[in-house]
């Protein structure tokens, strides 16, 4: 339901945080976008890291998955 996203998307704490940040004039726009480019790089080598990671063999599947 579009209006249940958008009531949730108001109570983001991300952006309710980055906005409080602002208005308190800790954190300016220039800023924030700078963070965001260096948050959206590290994701994005993290995301290429796995693509060219090999898949993990079949047996260590359920590895320190349950405690024995």
């Not at 958008?6 to 954190?27: D, G, S, Y």
């Amino acid at each position: 339901d579009k209006n249940e996203v958008e009531f949730w998307r108001q109570k983001c704490p991300v952006a309710r945080f980055k906005k409080q940040l602002e208005e308190q004039e800790i954190l300016s726009e220039k800023e924030y976008k700078n963070m965001e480019h260096k948050i959206n790089a590290e994701i994005d080598d993290a995301f290429e890291f796995a693509i060219k990671s090999p898949l993990p063999d079949y047996d260590d599947l359920y590895a320190n998955v349950f405690s024995e």
